[in-house]
């Protein structure tokens, strides 16, 4: 009696295929993925696919999150990507995004973004599209999940994208609160900047002025302030109100500036502080000291 031996059960992280018309939301479902923490290649030639599984495999391990995006500028590679998917000899248990819109809002897109059409050659941009549904044809019809993204704006398709492929770890806010010295300049990437001179300063104290923030006597020094514990009973109540309309809209990194003179006592002191009143309230926090030793 012959003996069939079992199919293999893929073992390593997933693989993500993103595919789709021509300015139906590639670029953003493929920025969102990125993300969540996916190793992202864009425009990958089919045949190239397990090469890139493997390396990616070798430098980050096989439970490394992969998304690829491949689409009609593959040119004759394109017809492969079924075949590759199909071997399943990646090792990872692939998944085929077909991204889709209208033709009216494919057309607006295009327009609005003055490019022609890939297949569109000497014809109308109407006429690429065309051709492009043609060929994309069999892998629609082949797709794990299909997003129309005819009503949808940016925001919206990143959430389908966050609820399809995202962990609790990866879709909850990642917060980076930032201490600062004014006399330095203010971080250009923050979000939200707190302003911690209306604080007394514990350079004028001379047994603390040694001492930094991340020292326990110049942190209690400064937490004990009539005015410090009302303004964080305010301030941190605010980030979390912000925080929620990031996660709606789909922005999942902010980034809190907070500052004094010289970014060595009391900025540092109320972003420890700040960072940890976040964390009891489930959120990626990192306190960063950007100034700190510079004096």
């Given at each position: 009696?012959?003996?069939?031996?079992?199919?293999?059960?893929?073992?390593?992280?997933?693989?993500?295929?993103?595919?789709?018309?021509?300015?139906?939301?590639?670029?953003?479902?493929?920025?969102?993925?990125?993300?969540?923490?996916?190793?992202?290649?864009?425009?990958?030639?089919?045949?190239?696919?397990?090469?890139?599984?493997?390396?990616?495999?070798?430098?980050?391990?096989?439970?490394?999150?992969?998304?690829?995006?491949?689409?009609?500028?593959?040119?004759?590679?394109?017809?492969?990507?079924?075949?590759?998917?199909?071997?399943?000899?990646?090792?990872?248990?692939?998944?085929?995004?077909?991204l889709e819109a209208s033709d009216e809002v494919l057309v607006r897109r295009q327009e609005a973004a003055r490019r022609p059409h890939p297949l569109?050659?000497?014809?109308?941009?109407?006429?690429g599209l065309q051709r492009e549904r043609g060929v994309l044809a069999p892998l629609r019809a082949e797709a794990d999940l299909v997003i129309d993204?005819?009503?949808?704006?940016?925001?919206?398709?990143?959430?389908?994208?966050?609820?399809?492929?995202?962990?609790?770890?990866?879709?909850?806010?990642?917060?980076?609160?930032?201490?600062?010295?004014?006399?330095?300049?203010?971080?250009?990437?923050?979000?939200?900047?707190?302003?911690?001179?209306?604080?007394?300063?514990?350079?004028?104290?001379?047994?603390?002025?040694?001492?930094?923030?991340?020292?326990?006597?110049?942190?209690?020094?400064?937490?004990?302030?009539?005015?410090?514990?009302?303004?964080?009973?305010?301030?941190?109540?605010?980030?979390?109100?912000?925080?929620?309309?990031?996660?709606?809209?789909?922005?999942?990194?902010?980034?809190?500036?907070?500052?004094?003179?010289?970014?060595?006592?009391?900025?540092?002191?109320?972003?420890?502080?700040?960072?940890?009143?976040?964390?009891?309230?489930?959120?990626?926090?990192?306190?960063?000291?950007?100034?700190?030793?510079?004096?």
């Amino acid at each position: 009696m012959e003996t069939v031996a079992p199919e293999s059960t893929p073992s390593g992280g997933p693989l993500v295929v993103v595919t789709g018309m021509t300015g139906a939301g590639r670029s953003t479902a493929a920025k969102e993925l990125e993300d969540l923490g996916f190793f992202v290649v864009d425009n990958l030639p089919p045949t190239l696919l397990r090469d890139v599984v493997r390396l990616v495999d070798e430098r980050s391990g096989a439970q490394q999150p992969i998304a690829v995006v491949v689409d009609v500028r593959s040119g004759s590679f394109f017809d492969t990507l079924q075949a590759n998917l199909a071997q399943g000899a990646t090792g990872r248990k692939a998944t085929l995004i077909f991204l889709e819109a209208s033709d009216e809002v494919l057309v607006r897109r295009q327009e609005a973004a003055r490019r022609p059409h890939p297949l569109q050659g000497g014809g109308r941009l109407l006429d690429g599209l065309q051709r492009e549904r043609g060929v994309l044809a069999p892998l629609r019809a082949e797709a794990d999940l299909v997003i129309d993204t005819t009503s949808l704006n940016v925001h919206q398709l990143t959430k389908r994208i966050a609820q399809a492929f995202g962990t609790p770890d990866t879709t909850r806010l990642k917060v980076r609160v930032v201490s600062f010295g004014f006399k330095y300049g203010i971080p250009v990437d923050a979000d939200y900047v707190a302003d911690m001179r209306f604080l007394p300063n514990p350079h004028w104290v001379p047994e603390l002025r040694p001492l930094t923030g991340q020292d326990a006597d110049v942190a209690a020094y400064v937490k004990e302030r009539p005015a410090a514990e009302p303004f964080l009973e305010q301030f941190v109540p605010l980030l979390e109100t912000v925080a929620e309309g990031y996660l709606a809209e789909g922005k999942r990194f902010m980034t809190v500036a907070v500052g004094c003179t010289g970014g060595k006592h009391r900025s540092v002191a109320m972003t420890e502080e700040i960072a940890a009143r976040l964390r009891e309230r489930g959120h990626e926090v990192r306190a960063i000291h950007r100034d700190l030793g510079r004096e």
